[in-house]
């Protein structure tokens, strides 16, 4: 069973987190209300988000749905003891809490409601000093006059009191707090405490995310209250690279090219097999071809050599009972023989007869069919030999020729304009003045795109001049399928960017859990106002390896998705088509070093893979390239591979296992 603790930065607090699931949400409509989205994330991931930091291991609570929950990878609990089968009124949250008592092994728990994507960074933290300094068993939140009792911090030694309050039929959680010594602990905003109970609420929110032009940014609501404790809400990786998959529209436009220009290109058809591959059953080894049925199980058989079969020479004529025909690997395999002898085992008996016929002697042991490639093992005729949506690379030019073709149906190549924004930047080649750095970005994404096979528009480098961006996106827009920029998209600067994208398209700036990486815009924009063609594009940020690095997580999977790759098995399954389409898959190293990891973000460390042995086993071990800020490009160049730290993930100990994404054969 997963264990509560797997995911904190502070493994050794006292405290358990508890969150409260799985609820009936009758004002909802009866859904789960934990599972409901708020700014494209489930409200308890806004709540796991917040809590994690702030407790030692979290479980969930929850009767119902509970593998959705399980997505964190900590303990999910029922509570079997109060549940009564039929009793629809359950035991509300003291179920839960009862659940979360049992099951912790802290001193310590913090019970913290699904719904309520708001909590205070210092909640814990407060409560806990309250508690040791009051010596109670329980401390409650409170705001102005109200209490919530669902947020609570208790001793878990109150567990066998509250298992007999709930024996004797007991229900209300305040009655049960009645008999418990309970401080109640002032916090001065009830807003971030707001539960949201309806859809509309639920809509409220989310409008007024859209409306204030910030989505991950949320200051305050109109109807639930101005809130001083803002959402941190930044996207988890995964919710970003969906909501980019569900936009990036699919190629269309295809043409011919010549076997060899097709390198690294998309096919835009299944090519189908005109011919089998190999064209006839053949030897995959050097040695004698025989008729199978001739041979004895018990004694060494002997075969009189009537000919030769060479690759390329076929054997004329049929081989008969007792017969058999030198032939060499690749030789079209005699009429009647179906097995080949290697040369190594058979005996040869040279005749003394004129015409030079040889015997030989197989020993026992042969099996029939050995050592034959039987026609269109490879390829069959009318069969596709390759699918549309497959990324042409050596091995597929080699196919295609192996069928005969020269000619190869692709998607138009994709075009794809960059650009560098900063008042900060010059071109290399030229003095750098006071101030100013060398514009590495542009190179960094030009080289990126070249790999992919992109056709690269290079548009240069824009000052930090709202009109200029414009005009350089407008035309950037005009003439590329996709837009890349770097730099402008941080919070400072996003000020004067995001209201001019927005009015070229749309654009939503984001603020992603990651490290490196955080701020970025995507969306569409239009050269023209009432214009049909659109770009889509990627406002990266500005540090060098944040580039790198969201370019390899976000913008690449997109491209290959525009450039059609995994096209032909879409409507097979997704999946194949997310692979094919740039989804990586992980390896596992072992570290050799601790990593320092918060919960609630991804991280992409740069390292460098090796071999290691441990008790004995040869493992792959990975260590870091030294200085990890996000501006140390130095870190991707030595770098073979990214540590990639789950979103959940916790510090990581010398000798635990990472995933591990390599860098090279990355395209
Ligand atoms: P920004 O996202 O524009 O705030 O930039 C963040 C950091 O990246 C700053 O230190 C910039 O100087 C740096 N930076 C921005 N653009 C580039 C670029 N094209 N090449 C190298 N560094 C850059
Ligand atoms: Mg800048």
Redesign the pocket.
Known sequence: MTSEQSHSSNAHSPITGLILAGGQGRRMGRVDKGLQRLHGRRMVDHVYERLCPQVGGIVISANQNQDAYRSFGVRVVSDMVTAAPGDDRGAGPLAGLHAGLSVSRRPLLMSVPCDTPFIPADLVSRLQAQLEQAGAQIAVVRTGNQSHPVFALMRRSVLGHLSEFLKAGGRKIDHWYASLKLVEVDFPDASAFANINTREELQQWEQHAVASSAAHTVTSSPAIKASSNPLPASLPVRDAQALIRKQVPLPRARQTVSLRESLGRVLAEDVISPINVPAHDNSAMDGWAVRSQDLHAQEDTRLQEIGSALAGVPFQGRVEAGQCVRITTGAVMPEGCDSVVVQEVARQEVSDRPDGITCIWVPTGQSAGQNRRLAGEDLAAGKPALRAGTRMNPAAIGLLASIGLTQVPVYQRLRVAIL???D??CPPGQPLRAGQ??????HTLWGLLQQLGCEVIDLG?VRDDPLLLEAALRQAAASADAVIT?????V??ADFTKPMMRKLGEVEFWTIAMRPGR?MAFGWIAAEDNSTHRAMLFGL????VAVMVTFHHFVRAALLRMMGCGDGVRNDSDDAADVAAGDVPLLRARSSVAIRKRPGRTEYQRGVLSRGTRDGRDEPQVRLTGSQGS?ILRSMVEADCFIVLDHAQGDVAPGDWVDVMLLEGLQ
Request: negative net charge; glycine residues 24%.
């Open positions: 560098s924004t900063g900060e930047l750095i060398y514009d590495s970005n542009r480098m770097s730099g402008g998209v941080s400072g600067e701020p940020p500005g540090n060098p501006g």
